[in-house]
């Protein structure tokens, strides 16, 4: 998607998004005042999972922290196992961190905080047949989500 953004003839800023198989003529896009093209910045990488739950886990749901990070759900079909852990976007000095991942019945909660450069967790539980309720917190922002990624068999218990 492009972004552009000229006056309009009362001051005020219209926006316009044009898809990137619109093709704009050079020549106009040339003539605009260097002051009235639209610029960028570079968005900062997002955080990717990093494998750390272990052998046979796969993402299976995520959540934005805000511009720090990303907190991952995964899942372990073999084992019937989540896992969550949440990844800063840009690893540097230590910050306080949580990864959290719980089901309502019976209340069972694991958690894992402190104070990390990189990551924080891995907290697995086994959950198959339920809901799963997970969470991210890096240096006071929070995502996840509640009684998600629900199993479809009952557990084993």
């Given at each position: 998607?492009?972004?552009i953004r000229r006056a309009s003839a009362i001051g005020a800023a219209v926006t316009a998004t044009a898809c990137a198989a619109v093709a704009l003529a050079p020549a106009a896009v040339a003539a605009e005042p260097a002051a009235q093209r639209a610029t960028t910045a570079p968005k900062a990488a997002a955080a990717q999972y990093n494998g750390v739950c272990g052998s046979g886990y796969a993402v299976v749901n995520s959540a934005q922290i805000g511009t720090k990070g990303t907190v991952f759900l995964t899942y372990n079909s073999a084992t019937g196992k989540n896992c969550v852990v949440t990844m800063r976007n840009k690893p540097?000095?230590?910050?306080?961190?949580?990864?959290?991942?719980?089901?309502a019945s019976p209340t069972t909660t694991v958690t894992d905080t402190?104070?990390?450069?990189?990551?924080?967790?891995?907290?697995?539980?086994?959950a198959r047949g339920l809901?799963?309720?997970?969470?991210g917190e890096i240096s006071g922002e929070v995502a996840g989500k509640n009684g998600t990624n629900c199993g479809s068999r009952a557990a084993n218990r």
């Open positions: 998607m492009i972004d540097g000095k230590a910050v306080h961190m949580t990864a959290s991942l719980g089901f402190g104070y990390f450069t990189t990551y924080a967790g891995p907290v697995h539980l086994d809901c799963v309720t997970w969470r």
